[in-house]
């Protein structure tokens, strides 16, 4: 699996904790790593997730749970008039998963991580959401570089 498509996955997982109660969240993984995978003209295939890629998918979605409070907190900061509770799912958790790798993931680069959430929204989210998601995580790195 590419990078890109690992983050996906990540995103998917996170999108779901919307949705669930922390503690439906190992049923979650379960259905997740066993629901056939999609290729890229949207059909079913018969590939499941490598082992390594399911290690390395769960393992960082835990370690952006473990910190959703203050990611919350960076995101409600560079938000103006906007908190993270009222932010739409899909923006919200792509924002989640950018900051984790901004701030706490030191193999991810700063402008690789802007750029895959960008990529994210505009697959995911709404018309507005590649600004939106640009402009926070813009405010975000900035406000980095000037500590």
Do not use: C, H
Not at 78 to 96: H, P, Q, Y
């Amino acid at each position: 699996m590419t990078r890109a498509q690992i983050r996906e996955d990540i995103f998917k997982l996170l999108f779901r904790i919307e949705f669930n109660s922390l503690e439906d969240m190992q049923e979650q993984l379960a259905l997740f790593f066993d629901q056939p995978q999609i290729s890229e003209e949207g059909e079913d295939t018969d590939a499941q997730i490598p082992a390594a890629d399911a290690d390395y998918i769960t393992q960082k979605y835990e370690k952006i749970v473990a910190k959703i409070p203050e990611l919350d907190a960076l995101i409600d900061s560079a938000a103006k008039g906007w908190k993270s509770s009222r932010l739409g799912k899909v923006d919200l958790t792509i924002l989640r998963l950018a900051v984790y790798e901004m701030k706490f993931d030191e193999d991810i680069p700063v402008g690789v991580a802007i750029n895959e959430a960008v990529e994210l929204a505009k697959k995911f989210g709404q018309d507005e959401s590649p600004s939106f998601i640009n402009g926070i995580l813009a405010k975000l790195a900035k406000s980095s570089d000037n500590e």
